[in-house]
């Protein structure tokens, strides 16, 4: 690798238009970032395999859960491009890999060996009857134990869990930098080509590439969020990065996207409909096979078309900031860092006390919000928190 473009200067912004912070997508990355907090919580009433479950679970949410998982973490790969490129616009690449390093590898370290240690312990408890209490299991997690298992599927620990993305992230950016390094000029100033800023081909062409992913490489390599054989995922999750990186600076494709938000939202919302009738449909047995192959065409135009409903409706509506959102875009990373923990914890807890399901439910938002805001009020507070929870030591 050549040093020299490791200390160069910042990444040229290059021709075309180039906006200066896109406020809606701080718009957009706070409410995905937010949704994963119910969606989680919808985990723990579902029949899909998760840490903890509660006795009220079945699967009357589920087409519910189904409107938002195909698209959600793609979306937020790709504002994850775009932020990484407004980044490299100020910063040197060598500053550039050093910051998301700290940001992203300190948090992913301590979350792996404090945070999430309560989710597999409380699974083990629940699924496996585990009974000789947090400290003796925790040494257990700590020395790589691979001893609890049902069947063939055994925990890994430890485990990074829900701090996959942040894995994954930290990943995908120092295979940019890499390439950065090679071919500076040639990936620091894309140009969105021409089918991109005309006609309908923004929404069509990224749902045959999701559809063709999906029908060739998902039958061979299910999503594991275990890095090194999730390849499906690596293809969707990789694209979905670059292309926010590539198109950060590019007002015609945002434009773009504005106007094909009222086609997308009903593309999403018709597609949705056909998949949860189908996963509805099938729920308690094996569809046919051509069936399944359409369906994943279907799935890709509901996980493009809503992605790009909602560029488009936030540049519309929300492109403006204001002092609520200063605090929960720097807020959101460490909610996401706690969340899920505060969820199992919480939830392992609330279902012990037998009570109705809506009272359940609120309790365990209302404490999971309260867990989020008080980790991030503690860490932005402590100065020796700030870096295990991503937050710059200085303030911010």
């Given at each position: 690798m050549n040093t020299a473009l490791l200390s160069a200067p910042r990444i040229d912004t290059g021709p075309g238009p180039t906006p200066g912070r896109l406020a809606f997508l701080d718009w957009v990355r706070v409410g995905a970032f937010g949704l994963l907090i119910f969606y989680h919580v919808g985990m723990f009433y579902v029949t899909w395999d998760w840490h903890v479950k509660s006795d009220h679970a079945g699967h009357g949410l589920e087409p519910l859960m189904l409107l938002t998982n195909p698209w959600r973490l793609t979306l937020l790969f790709l504002i994850s491009g775009v932020a990484t490129r407004f980044m490299a616009d100020k910063l040197p690449l060598a500053p550039l890999l050093r910051a998301r390093l700290a940001r992203l590898g300190i948090p992913l370290l301590f979350g792996m060996a404090v945070l999430v240690a309560p989710q597999p312990y409380y699974e083990v408890v629940e699924k496996l009857g585990y009974g000789d209490g947090f400290i003796a299991f925790y040494a257990r997690y700590l020395s790589f134990d691979g001893s609890f298992c049902r069947g063939d599927d055994c925990l890994i620990l430890p485990t990074w869990n829900h701090l996959w993305f942040v894995a994954y992230l930290?990943?995908?950016?120092?295979?940019?930098?890499?390439?950065?390094?090679?071919?500076?000029?040639?990936?620091?100033?894309?140009?969105?080509?021409?089918?991109?800023?005309?006609?309908?081909?923004?929404?069509?062409l990224p749902v045959l590439f999701l559809a063709l992913l999906r029908l060739f490489l998902l039958p061979h390599?299910?999503?594991?969020?275990?890095?090194?054989?999730?390849?499906?995922?690596?293809?969707?999750?990789?694209?979905?990065?670059?292309?926010?990186?590539?198109?950060?600076?590019?007002?015609?494709?945002?434009?773009?996207?504005?106007?094909?938000?009222?086609?997308?939202?009903?593309?999403?919302?018709v597609t949705w409909i056909a998949f949860a009738t189908y996963v509805w449909q099938y729920r308690e047995s094996d569809p046919p096979e051509a069936l399944r192959m359409v369906m994943r065409i279907i799935y890709a135009g509901q996980q493009?078309?809503?992605?790009?409903?909602?560029?488009?409706?936030?540049?519309?509506?929300?492109?403006?900031?204001?002092?609520?959102?200063?605090?929960?875009?720097?807020?959101?990373?460490?909610?996401?860092?706690?969340?899920?923990?505060?969820?199992?914890?919480?939830?392992?807890?609330?279902?012990?006390?037998?009570?109705?399901?809506?009272?359940?439910?609120?309790?365990?938002?209302?404490?999971?919000?309260?867990?989020?805001?008080?980790?991030?009020?503690?860490?932005?507070?402590?100065?020796?928190?700030?870096?295990?929870?991503?937050?710059?030591?200085?303030?911010?």
């Open positions: 930290l990943v995908y950016t120092l295979v940019l930098g890499a390439l950065l390094a090679l071919s500076p000029r040639r990936l620091a100033n894309p140009l969105p080509p021409a089918w991109m800023v005309r006609g309908p081909w923004l929404l069509v390599f299910e999503i594991t969020h275990a890095l090194v054989d999730d390849w499906y995922n690596h293809a969707m999750s990789f694209s979905a990065f670059l292309f926010g990186f590539a198109i950060a600076r590019q007002d015609r494709v945002w434009a773009r996207a504005e106007a094909l938000r009222v086609p997308a939202l009903l593309l999403g919302l493009w078309g809503f992605i790009i409903a909602i560029l488009g409706f936030a540049r519309r509506y929300l492109n403006h900031g204001n002092r609520w959102l200063s605090y929960l875009s720097v807020g959101v990373f460490p909610f996401y860092i706690i969340h899920q923990t505060a969820i199992v914890v919480a939830a392992h807890h609330l279902k012990a006390l037998g009570l109705p399901v809506v009272l359940e439910a609120v309790l365990l938002i209302a404490i999971t919000i309260a867990a989020c805001l008080l980790t991030y009020e503690a860490a932005r507070r402590i100065p020796v928190l700030r870096p295990f929870f991503g937050l710059k030591r200085g303030g911010g």
